[in-house]
């Protein structure tokens, strides 16, 4: 039963509360001979920290990952990898065992298990995030050089970026605290977060994720097709309240007309479909895979909010997290695709 | 590898071609005791089925379900129940094994196995969701009386349900053929859809699903929250493109000052948000579960289409299907609910 | 929750009740291109069906097996493989439903779950094992040539074989009806298992397996070794007390310098020792595998044995059922093979 | 795929190499509630680990567990509990990589992997057993209280124990160094041990395990019966060459007549037999199960052993991890066993 675990032939187990000794992941289902170090993991890990900008939470969390086993000079072992985070910044004087915070798992967690760590959360703070980092970190090591995957802020309260780059990297999301690669909106969104983070008000949002390089072939039909998987692992996620393919607000209400632009018919090229976004029968089919998450407003406002420790939006820091829950689907579909063709089967 | 199960204590597993011999369902985990006769799953199957309408496929498949095992005397045993169904029109003289349609899996499938069943698109058909709906009304008769499930043809095309009845049930919903239950709209609805017969063009839309009558406590964190194990549900059925808790397209656009009004605080009634959708750090808050499942439009469209054997938008007709799928994930964390304390366990 | 399923990619489902409507498996997991027939199902099952000489139970159980899914144009497809055998000989009239027999699962089964299907063991029968050798033959179709298993009669009460040929092969074990290749303990068991069936008494017995032409690699650490996937497939069958590799109960009396022949040392050659019977460290070393398992005397002894529908001994009926659960063992590793060293995945 | 992790609701997942930074277990399935403190582990580990008397090996493990989650206030939070024991005694110069053990997995392991941990057998050690102790001592914390597991050595090289008291405890079995309840065995066991300490010689043996408490009812028909769960437990473990419920090389030589001692019939007593050793159609009975785990000589022999880090015979230390694996086992059941009755199921 796997509560905690994450994955088929890839597993991610996340362990840990926000506010105990440490947190921590065992990433198992890695192949041995792959090149692994802590610092494969620390980028994604900054990206996805509290601090990093004005608009984000004061909180400074090191998150420096710490390898306690499945690596042996330089390259795994094909044995699990376990890899923990200490905790250090736990002032737990600031919480009330007996207060229930709206918006929160407090009151559900209290009823479903009579007992709880009401520290910051325990494991229903975004701090677990940090492990499942840490699993995608692993995961995009696995995954072939052409594959890539990344995630910008589509939209931030009602400001929507609409003029993106095609060629976008995660260097160019960076490239504004808000990682909206709409310079002109992100200018608009920044201005709106800061007063938002003065007044205790919170925004959701959307990322996107766009996932490149892809064979055709990756999913299993029918319960493991790659867009359930990767819905799975989207809405697994703290604040999330939707997962799309494209934008399946507005394409639901085209007429198939003018959807459906894919030539049927005979040949090599003949059934892929462009309006797919990359996924026909749950099955990749080549082209780009576009996948919109969406956010709920941050549930801690008011004075509690105005305490300082608390993102006024998380969506930009979410970013990271999307990409490795991500890249841990993707790498677990890359492993079951060796399975599935008898004359793939090398040694059958 | 769970490619073709579906569940983690409740288990259903679909087999079967849309043009072989039979299709059927596995489901185990049952607990012995729960009557169970054919008559128990021939509502859903009535509702799932083509040629129920002007508006539906004129394919006539009777469906009618066949207990192989699993049952005695009335009732389940504990052990697995094996349901078939046997193909009977199957007319696969229609299909050619080079052709690739756009917008299906054709192409997909062919890539991945190199061998497929052309025929109507073998398991990638819709009518593999014929086996999901006999695990959901077997999933059912396991729920608690007072938890219901129902789901409405929220939109079609850009035609939108303003007014819904809050004591909506499957009769209510069924008075229309479009299963829209704001009749005003539901009569553009079918208007439209005729048209689109007419053309060959096709619809997309919005199911949405009600579930009443849950307990606080349902949901396991963090990887089987019940918003993500009922994402999965819905995003693993064929033609839907997105998932979102609530009208997430439109939350992810509030303030939170706007979104989130439950009162924080101490004692029995603090800490459960009513903006949650019935949701909270992946647990039920025993509010209702508001779900929007959104189908693009259907993928045959032109002269394929005009042939007559396909539904111009499939919405209404998925709506059973959905049902099923929610019906699975909540029996399931029925089961998982037993689990969690350790004085729920009697026998401890 | 897998009760009824058996394996981890390769996944057998068992289900059916022995007088009920039919009995069946599903098989999952198979790649896609293996050729398969219904014809490939039949040999293994004839040899496990009862009425095949005068020492076994004369019911007739003609077994057929009929399949519903997952094979077309003569291949596997990669989808669900569903096979049925229908049941017709039930005689449900023999049973009692209050009468509680000894050495059976009569009494455990209805304390469990309340409610049973008591017509002759429901799934506690030994028919059950009908759908463990359809999957075997299935699986064994996976496996590549090199590989052999062949199972015979080690021990039947007191008689233990002590001639068995090296180059056994199945023809050769089923050249005399008790299947043991010593043909002169061969006939002293069969004389005395038909002094057996007339007293109504009962034999156990031990059945060795060969598996041969493995490579070096089956088998994953630390808890998929292949010696304790093997020991759980063979314990799983009904009446089966032990398992061993070799024969455990000799060599753990043996001194550390008799058992241990191997070299340590350096090259290619070193480190691989004959005592281990094929199994160093959960792995498999590329010699033999000899397994050894215990069966307890059948349970149905006295005036009820004497009606004559059960066998005085399971042992040479048990053979095809057993060599069946290590086919799927052995498939599922060389599956898992596939996936443990980065330079062994072709698309990565 | 569940390489490194063991149990189905309750899931013991084990991690690190025997020269790495740590080894440790995450325990997953745990209810909340529990009671649980590293004092509560620290007793099996003692008596698994090595220097505890003159005929074990000197090798001198402190093993002291850290807690790093999944409880708080000295109760489980029905969350993964991660347990730490760092690796102190490395002296990896000993280990030389291209030399290949006889016995050992070193072969078997370059090969299936290409690149390993080649000090001390990595996680092929014995060491990790240690977390597997971990595991077993959580799983007990939650067994009622009824119920019992003691193992104790019943045979070491030819030295088989005869008087063993039917009320032993662990404490008793603790009396000899050997572990060996029949003192005067346990005697000559002692000398052979200390002669072969110094002629580096070796010896394997038998535990055997009592299990006594249970209810009728524990065990899941047809693939988690409760003897091949059990039996797949023990083979897991490295060393161990079989298991069998009760004596079964014996008794796979007697007669039915013999064997059967039980009463068919009417009411509440009628279908137990005591010649089941506790299980009967693979579901505990309410009687002893008496298991018997069969251990080849150990590997190490000859010069290497007189180094004197390796334990002539390893039965006695591997008498609490046989324990720890059998409670995780009939934890994991007695979660199972909630889930098999309506009317047991509180909620529905």
Partial sequence: MDRNTFGNLLRLTTFGESHGRALGAIVDGVPAGVELSPDDLVPQLMRRRPGQSKITTA???????????????????????????????????????????????????????????????????????????????????????????VGFTRQIGEHR????????????????????????????????????????????????????GLPIGLGEPVFRKIKNTLANAMMSVGAVVGCTLGDAAEDSTKSGFDFHAGKSGYGPEAGISPSANGIQGGISNGQRIRLLTYFKPASTVGEMSKKGRHDPCIVPRAIPVLESMAALVLADHFLEFQLNRLQDLDRF
């Fill in 161 to 212: 970026a609409q003029d993106v780059p095609e060629d976008l990297d995660r260097d160019r999301v960076d490239q504004h605290a808000t990682r909206c690669p709409d310079l002109e909106v992100a200018a608009r969104i920044e201005e709106e977060l800061l007063a938002c983070k003065e007044q205790g008000d919170s925004r959701g949002g959307i990322v996107e994720l766009w996932i490149d």
């Fill in 59 to 149: 909180r400074d969390e090191k998150d420096a990952p710490d390898i306690l086993s499945g690596v042996f000079e330089g390259k795994t072992l094909g044995t699990p990898i376990c890899v923990i985070i200490w905790n250090k910044d736990q002032r737990s004087r600031d919480y009330d065992p007996k207060f229930f915070r709206a918006g929160h798992a407090d009151r559900t967690w209290e009823e479903k298990f009579g007992h709880r760590d009401y520290r910051g959360g325990g494991r229903a703070s975004g701090r677990e995030t940090a492990a499942r980092v840490i699993g995608g970190a692993i995961a995009e090591k696995m995954l072939p050089d052409e594959v890539s995957i």
